[in-house]
């Protein structure tokens, strides 16, 4: 197995783990703050696919698909924690991670 089969293997692992975990959730339970001081699901999720997002970026300029307006600031783990307005669905959150 040469190193570009691992990174396959890699985003293959990461697609399955997120589409196991998301499987069965709803929308509502996405926002759910499970315990005070930790973010949602949601909140989390959005964080990491700016993460992804910007780290495409950073390797090839202009390569990854933009991300809906204000989605970095809305899942931001320094702004506004109770504001959950800007959070998506569980099917548009699983679209933007592909």
Same mark, same amino acid.
């Given at each position: ?6 990174? %396959? ?8 783990? =997120?589409?196991?975990? &998301? #499987?069965? +959730?709803?929308?509502? @339970?996405? %926002? ?8 949602? =699901?949601?909140?989390? &999720? #959005?964080? +990491?696919?700016?993460? @992804? ?46």
């Amino acid at each position: 197995m040469g190193p570009k089969d691992v990174i %396959r293997k890699s985003m293959a692992t990461a697609d399955f783990t =997120i589409n196991s975990y &998301l #499987g069965d +959730l709803t929308d509502e @339970e996405l %926002r759910l703050v499970p315990v005070e001081g930790m973010q949602p =699901i949601a909140r989390q &999720l #959005g964080h +990491l696919i700016v993460a @992804e997002q910007m780290f495409q970026e950073m390797l090839e300029p202009g390569s990854a698909p933009a991300l809906p307006e204000g989605f970095d600031k809305a899942h931001s783990l320094k702004e506004n924690l109770e504001d959950s307005s800007g959070y998506k669905t569980k099917d548009e959150y699983l679209a933007l991670w592909k």
